[in-house]
């Protein structure tokens, strides 16, 4: 009888034990498959067709700043789901910011913005981001039926399996769930347990069972710091028989104070806040003014950018994950096919390909390999607007055969819009009858002076030239040593060159050595990017055209750098009675290489072929001198916790201030406020 109770127990901790194992190997794998969502911040969702909308974009891996994507596409539709705009523009630090032009042959009625990355499309398209706008066309209707987001509130959510109920439900302290199974339910007496999770990743855990006498339970999670949509997942053994998803409440917010210095709310009236937020941590913010009276409350705010977890977590526990075909690891990126004149692909080959923005051509060859499928991958341009890439085999010069080819990409299809939309859109009807009577003009507001200089010729010798073409910032600077390439024709490398024409510098990866300046280490700058001395080996000296060289420069975030370019306000503060002195240390010189562009490309592959192809769309500035006037102030890269606001009032008599960011860690900001101007 012991052994027969031994075994059974024996059984019993091996069963758990197996169970534990296997939701571990599942949580490992999965966390292999992070999800990305995508916010917008707009400076006004109320907007006069052939407005500008301004936006700033958050991109959350997972709840914290993602390291996935680098495209971000934005695209608006028309109430029946008809694409009217589709742009494409770079991620930061998970971080874009961007404009859509409405055209002004828009109808009155309500829209949509949509903005997702391609990550996004693998694991569903029903959730992307989205929000309402409401255009208006002076001369159509004045009154629009939109729709504002239900914010989702602390209600129980309820879910029934097989006679088990699950209330959930989210207090400021934390969250609280209840389980009640009927007398008969086929769950009594097993191995339960429950399992908090934020996108597929377990955050706590709790085991339990449910017994005849006692067939309900009563559990509480402590998640202050968990914020947003999370999972609970109810398991019999290693079977999942729930799932939940809740959404916690926001109640840790930092404090934002705005202090008003000057608050004028007659046309043309200057206006100078400042802003502080609470809270030691530093945020990236966008910061939006507008008429509060001519524009609408957000629809949808950075604390509700969470969706649903779209992982199907029954797929996973049978071990099928899902399949990831549609990547984002670089930038401006092309996939295709290489085939040859009849039709046939071309294997294990390697193609030549240039890509150039310039009409005049480009400088800079990539030889990509084809593929035994007779597939390449063309990877991390960046470029705005449009370019062609020249393409032929890399084969011997003057083989005919090089140039007869056709080089076919991969084009991405945006999914269509979900003409169903989500239950937390109501509809608000909205009455612009006096917009007919509006004085609408691109005349700059009182205060705001634009003078106009005379135009000047100057004439200098090539470095002006040539730093006029190429540099841009610190690297502008006058230096004792700068170098024209464009027509040098004595040696055939870079660091032939550089010894031949630079006192103190030796080495090169031609004979062997590490290059050196006065004995101390380079750093390189090629096309004003950081680059390696191996990466200086793939630029071919033909192509290079300037060549500066700073014996001493401050780079980076420097005290030094922070005084001469005046960064955040800083100035020198006199200690003692001394004079006021400059930082002083010791950094390492830096070289900076410029390669051809514009007329400057003297030589070529002369006959290619050409594919033109799309790249970013172009970034604009807000200048604060918008036609209809509607946002006052738009600052989508305020970083810091105190900071300053400066604009010019239309004929505002309230002022709506919303302000949003995120730190590093994932730290969320929402704050909004009407602010009654001073006549």
């Not at 829209?111 to 706008?133: C, E, H, M, S």
């Amino acid at each position: 009888m012991r052994q027969t109770l031994f075994l059974f127990f024996l059984t019993l901790a091996l069963r758990n034990y197996a169970q534990e194992n296997h939701l571990d190997s599942f949580f490992i794998r999965s966390a292999k498959f992070p999800i990305e969502t995508v916010y917008l911040h707009c400076d006004k969702y109320e907007a006069l067709a052939g407005d500008t909308i301004w936006f700033k974009a958050y991109v959350f891996e997972n709840n914290v700043p993602s390291t996935i994507s680098t495209n971000l596409y934005v695209q608006l539709f028309n109430s029946n789901g008809h694409p009217i705009l589709e742009k494409l523009f770079p991620i930061f630090n998970s971080l874009s910011i961007g404009q859509l032009s409405l055209p002004d042959s828009l109808k009155s009625g309500n829209y949509w913005i949509r903005a997702f990355t391609k990550y996004q499309v693998n694991f569903g398209t029903t959730d992307l981001f989205k929000t309402p706008v409401a255009i208006f066309n002076k001369k159509g209707i004045a009154s629009v039926r939109t729709k504002m987001r239900v914010d989702p509130g602390c209600e129980p959510s309820v879910t029934t399996v097989d006679s088990l109920l699950l209330i959930a439900t989210t207090t400021d302290t934390g969250l609280v769930c209840h389980l009640d199974a009927d007398h008969g339910c086929r769950f009594l007496n097993q191995q339960l347990s429950i399992v908090l999770a934020s996108y597929h990743q377990p955050i706590l855990k709790a085991s339990f069972s449910l017994t005849d006498k006692k067939p309900w339970v009563d559990l509480a999670f402590c998640v202050k710091n968990l914020h947003g949509m999370a999972d609970l997942l109810l398991f019999n053994h290693d079977s999942l028989i729930a799932r939940q998803s809740v959404n916690l409440s926001y109640s840790s917010l930092p404090q934002v104070c705005i202090m008003p210095d000057t608050c004028s709310g007659s046309p043309g009236g200057y206006n100078a806040w400042t802003i502080k937020i609470d809270d030691p941590a530093l945020y990236n913010c966008s910061v939006a003014v507008v008429d509060a009276d001519k524009a609408l409350s957000q629809p949808v705010s950075i604390l509700q950018h969470q969706v649903a977890d779209p992982f199907d977590y029954r797929q996973g526990l049978q071990g099928k994950f899902p399949v990831i075909q549609l990547e984002d690891t670089a930038f401006l990126s092309w996939k295709g096919i290489v085939k040859n004149q009849a039709g046939t692909r071309i294997k294990n080959d390697e193609l030549v390909t240039i890509l150039s923005t310039d009409p005049s051509g480009a400088s800079k060859p990539e030889v990509i390999p084809i593929e035994a499928n007779g597939r390449f991958n063309l990877k991390n341009a960046f470029f705005f607007d449009s370019a062609s890439i020249s393409y032929q085999l890399n084969s011997f010069e003057g083989d005919p055969a090089a140039k007869k080819i056709q080089l076919s990409l991969d084009n991405f299809m945006p999914p269509p819009f979900p003409l169903q939309i989500d239950s937390f859109w109501k509809d608000t009807l909205l009455d612009r009858s006096n917009l007919a009577m509006m004085n609408i003009d691109s005349t700059i507001e009182p205060g705001m002076r634009i003078k106009e200089l005379p135009k000047v010729t100057v004439k200098a010798d090539f470095r002006k030239e040539l730093d006029d073409r190429y540099t841009t910032g610190i690297f502008s600077e006058l230096t004792p040593y700068s170098f024209d390439l464009r027509m040098d024709k004595t040696v055939n490398s870079i660091w032939a060159y550089l010894r031949k024409q630079l006192p103190g510098f030796q080495g090169g990866l031609d004979i062997g050595q590490l290059p050196t300046f006065d004995s101390k280490k380079i750093i390189f700058y090629v096309d004003n990017e950081v680059q390696s001395v191996n990466d200086i080996a793939n630029f071919w000296y033909e192509e290079i055209a300037y060549i500066k060289v700073f014996p001493s420069l401050w780079v980076g975030d420097t005290p030094f750098m922070r005084w001469k370019t005046r960064y955040m306000g800083f100035t020198l503060v006199r200690s003692g009675s001394g004079p006021l002195k400059a930082p002083v240390q010791s950094d390492p010189p830096v070289i900076c290489i410029y390669t051809r562009k514009g007329m400057d490309i003297r030589t070529g592959w002369a006959g290619l072929n050409k594919l033109k192809v799309s790249g970013y769309s172009s970034i604009a500035k807000w200048t604060g001198i918008a036609n209809d006037r509607w946002t006052l102030y738009w600052q989508p890269l305020q970083t810091g916790n105190d900071f300053k606001v400066r604009f010019y009032n239309s004929n505002a008599a309230h002022f709506r201030v919303c302000i949003e960011g995120v730190t590093n860690e994932g730290k969320l900001l929402h704050y909004e406020q009407v602010i009654t101007a001073q006549q």
